[in-house]
């Protein structure tokens, strides 16, 4: 039974004639995507002595961004962070998720993502791994590993935060591909691997009993290979932001969201089209229930994205600002018009070391001499945690932020309906003297008065989207469930394609759970393809 038979969006299972066939193949195991959770799977199917067939529509293996939830693993200990209570962080993300993503899924994850990062970083060479976010790192060095937000703000204290944010993130600089490429040189060199680049899978195939027994992909130069995999076949092709047709079903809020992806195919066209969901649901597989979650953080402007006040265009506040990039990028999304301006004053030097240290917060002050001294990296404060006075002027020289010796001035400048906009901030002031936000309920030692020039004014519009997170009912085996509820023999997914881990809104209580759960669950998928073909 198809879930979604007749919807536009999903289409039609290709249907291939066997004369059509240019090539065989058989494995023990078929990966399809090239992915973070991909290159997971494959490398761990090679180290287990399995025949592995990577297939992978783009021209090489695929990664972005860099930050990866680490928990328990060698590099937490060494920071002094491995000291976690792991049932809590997963409430904390079921909460954040309205209890609708699979608790199994997530607890089997914080389990395994130490000592799986652990394994990521093994056998590679020329790895440095830094003990502070400011640290520079050694001369001639490829790739690094550094700490998010380490020093913390002294005080912070997260039992007191209203959403929680639990420092467990390590940062691959200055990319992750390089580690993610050297991985899956590490696979090809057991001898167990066979790729395919530039080279699209089409379809699953079945066998009488139900049971996925391989795929049929097509070439770039047109040839079609069917291959066969006697353990089974994983999906790790990533999500679908990229197909307008399935985000307007499934997202319809983020239509209009900019978006950026970095991976394109042979046809120089976005990689993250839902070819695994679509493949998936033609061979009979159910997609989550749970509403799907946009990763969409926003990271504020120099200031950071949190505490400062917000004011619609309408010139009102609107919401308490003591809230992480994901869930105030959400309430940006909801005005009318998607914009707000987040507006500081002249003693900013004094509110940032109070700020919550979460995805797209700024804590700390660095004088200009010491950015000049080569004591922390130049652009740093852009990146995380930290400013200085050098990039304050320079966001006001590059027009993205807006100065003005006067709050009146300041305001003229934003086109904010004066009046309205001036008494909002004119109550919001009443409410720091006080000490006690009765409007919104922010905590008092965030209210951050607007009294002292010169003022700022930074607009917010929505944030950047990054993937469209929702995928096939899956659980903590890395199976795909069918709409009657029944496990489909053969078939696994990783990565943004497996359902059940996120719903709702992408949480940022544990930064770097996307890559996490992307490489736990690739490891996972072989694990269980080869246990189960016993």
């Known amino acids: 039974m198809n879930q979604y038979k007749g919807e536009a969006w999903l289409g039609e299972e290709p249907r291939i004639r066997e004369e059509t066939i240019t090539e065989t193949v058989s494995a023990d195991i078929i990966v399809v995507g090239g992915g973070l959770a991909g290159v997971a799977a494959v490398r761990q199917a090679a180290e287990m002595g399995q025949k592995v067939l990577l297939f992978e529509k783009c021209r090489c293996v695929q990664a972005r961004s860099g930050d990866f939830a680490v928990m328990d693993s060698k590099v937490a200990k060494r920071w002094g962070r491995d000291d976690l209570n ?81 420092q467990v993130t390590a940062w691959i600089r200055p990319s ?12 090809e060199k057991t001898g167990y691997v066979t790729s395919f680049f530039n080279t699209r899978v089409k379809k699953l195939l079945k066998n009488g009993d139900g049971r996925v027994k391989g795929v049929i992909a097509g070439t770039r130069e047109g040839g079609l290979i069917k291959a066969y ?33 970095t991976s394109y195919d042979m046809d120089r066209q976005p990689s993250n089209t839902g070819d695994g969901h679509k493949m998936a649901l033609w061979a009979g597989a159910k997609l989550q229930d749970s509403p799907h979650a946009p990763c969409a953080h926003h990271m504020g402007s120099v200031f950071g994205v949190a505490d400062f006040l917000l004011l619609n265009t309408r010139g009102k506040r609107f919401v308490n600002e ?6 105030l990028g959400s309430q940006i999304e909801n005005l009318p018009d998607k914009t707000a301006w987040q507006i500081v004053d002249g003693n900013w030097r004094s509110y940032i070391p109070k700020e919550y240290p979460n995805h797209g917060s700024v804590c700390f002050v660095r004088e200009d ?37 006067t709050l009146e001035e300041l305001i ?48 917010f519009t929505p944030a950047v989207m990054i993937a469209a997170m929702g995928g096939i009912q899956s659980d903590e085996e890395a199976h795909c469930y069918d709409t009657e509820g029944a496990i489909i023999p ?37 694990e269980s393809a080869v246990r189960e073909s016993r």
Not at 176 to 187: D, Y
Not at 230 to 255: C, H, N
Not at 322 to 327: K, L, V
Not at 437 to 454: E, H, N
């Open 412 to 459: 003229v400048k934003t086109g904010l309906p004066a009046d309205t906009a001036l008494a909002s901030v004119e109550q919001y002031n009443r409410l720091c003297e006080k000490g006690e936000d009765t409007d919104y309920g922010k905590r008092k030692d965030r209210l951050f008065a607007v009294k002292q020039g010169p003022f700022y004014a930074a607009k």
């Open 86 to 166: 792991k049932t809590e962080i997963v409430n904390n993300l079921m909460h954040d998720m309205a209890y609708k993503a699979s608790q199994n899924i997530l607890k089997r994850w914080s389990e395994e993502a130490g000592k799986a990062f652990d394994w990521y970083l093994e056998g590679l060479e020329d790895i440095a791994v830094l003990d502070r976010t400011d640290q520079v790192p050694p001369k001639g060095v490829k790739c690094y590993v550094q700490p998010r937000r380490l020093p913390l703000p002294e005080g912070f204290d997260n039992a007191r935060e209203n959403f929680k944010c639990y």
């Open 369 to 405: 001499e010491e950015l000049e001294s080569g004591t922390v990296y130049d652009k740093l404060c852009f990146i995380d945690n930290y400013i200085a006075p050098k990039y304050v002027r320079k966001a006001v020289e590059d027009g993205v932020l807006l100065e003005a010796e």
């Open 490 to 526: 053969g078939l696994y997914v990783a990565g943004n394609v497996q359902g059940n881990r996120v719903a709702v809104d992408y949480p940022l209580t544990v930064p770097g759970l996307s890559h996490s759960l992307a490489l736990v669950y690739g490891r996972i998928a072989v």
């Open 229 to 261: 995999a006697s353990k089974g076949v994983i999906l790790a092709t990533g999500d679908y932001m990229s197909d307008e047709a399935m985000l307007r079903r499934f997202l319809p809020g983020m239509m209009e969201t900019p978006k950026q992806w």
């Open 176 to 187: 992750h591909i390089a580690l993610c490429r050297g991985n899956f040189e590490l696979a």
């Open 322 to 327: 003591d809230a992480p990039g994901q869930q």
